[in-house]
């Protein structure tokens, strides 16, 4: 079955619309190793609370200690003042040239991270979104400079044993993934951008993050599976794994890319995942209760910790 546009925009919408539904249970799951939940928090549309309710709900309502913003957004930066809850704030693409810079580097740390903490727990900065997707050669070759001298900022400034610095990928930077133990990087990015990078986070004790979207890998042959729903398995000669649902197929994908480069021993997280609830009339597998299982099969699976090597850490 082909994945519509359609459905692709909603589920980009569904992902930044998160906090609109978060009393679902969340559309959008960010999930961090050690089988930790949290979510990404999206301003991009209509009708938000304001982001002090927005805390309010989560400390009150939920269990979620983790959140990630597509930006830094000062606002809701300071509405989460002495809640405890630890913040993942994200950089925009566009401003990774000019980060590779030390002194502007120290800038953006000193606008933009000294003002909220500690009130507010700043944990990991993320340098772009999926940056080699974008295939831009100048914002490619700068993220590993700019995550350098973000760090290099951290350390003068004391933080860098408290804040991280990392970086989440599409699962398109894999030139191979099925069956899992088959996961190697594209060529080209492999040696050029990935293993400095990797070298980058393992120095400095940061994951290597991805956004993984069974939604996009699945058949109308594989929708259990991708669900996390009782189905069949799928079984991996090389390694003589079953795999009983595909996100822990995906993740094991980019566990042996990065073996393959000698850097098994960096943390996976995963940045992003989730399952949109509308697409085209008729299709298979794209509606509210699919998106529902998916979020609900998600958490439990995760904080049940059972996996192949997500937890290897
Ligand atoms: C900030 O978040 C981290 C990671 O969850 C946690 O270990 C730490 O205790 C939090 N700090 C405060 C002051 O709540
Ligand atoms: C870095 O940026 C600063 C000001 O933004 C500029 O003065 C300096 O020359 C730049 N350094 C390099 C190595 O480009
Ligand atoms: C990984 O380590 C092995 C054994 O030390 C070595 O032969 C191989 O060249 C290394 N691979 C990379 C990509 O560095």
Redesign the pocket.
């Known amino acids: 079955m082909k994945k519509s546009a359609s459905a692709f925009d909603a589920l980009r919408s569904a992902r930044l619309s998160l906090l609109a539904v978060v009393s679902l249970l969340g559309w959008a799951v960010g999930v961090q190793g050690g089988g930790i939940i949290g979510i990404n928090y999206g301003t991009m549309a209509n009708n938000l609370p304001p982001p002090y309710q927005v805390a309010k709900f989560l400390l009150q309502k939920t269990f979620i200690?983790?959140v990630k913003l597509f930006d830094a957004d000062p606002n809701i930066l300071r509405a989460f003042a002495d809640t405890?809850i630890?913040f993942t704030v994200t950089i925009a693409n566009d401003r990774i040239p000019a980060l590779a810079n030390h002194s502007n580097a120290q800038q953006w740390i000193t606008s933009n991270i000294l003002p909220y903490i500690?009130t507010t727990?700043i944990?990991r900065i993320l340098v772009g979104n999926e940056v080699i997707a974008t295939a831009d050669k100048s914002l490619i070759a700068g993220l590993v400079p700019a995550m350098q001298s973000l760090y290099a900022a951290l350390v003068i400034a004391s933080l860098s044993h408290q804040i991280q610095v990392s970086t989440p990928h599409s699962l398109g930077i894999l030139s191979s993934s099925d069956p899992p133990s088959t996961g190697k990087f594209r060529r080209g990015y492999d040696t050029v951008v990935l293993k400095p990078l990797l070298g980058f986070l393992k120095a400095t004790g940061s994951p290597f993050m991805i956004n993984s979207y069974p939604f996009f890998g699945y058949t109308s042959s594989t929708l259990d599976y991708a669900l996390f729903r009782p189905n069949a398995g799928v079984f991996d000669e090389n390694t003589k794994l079953t795999y009983t649902n595909m996100l822990d197929g995906q993740l094991d994908a980019v566990y042996t890319a990065m073996k393959l480069l000698n850097y098994s021993d960096v943390e996976i997280v995963i940045a992003e995942t989730g399952w949109p609830s509308h697409g085209d009339p008729g299709q298979i597998g794209v509606d509210p209760e699919s998106a529902a299982a998916y979020n609900k099969n998600l958490i439990q699976h995760v904080t049940s910790g059972v996996g192949h090597t997500i937890d290897a850490k």
């Open positions: 200690k983790h405890g630890s500690p727990n944990t």
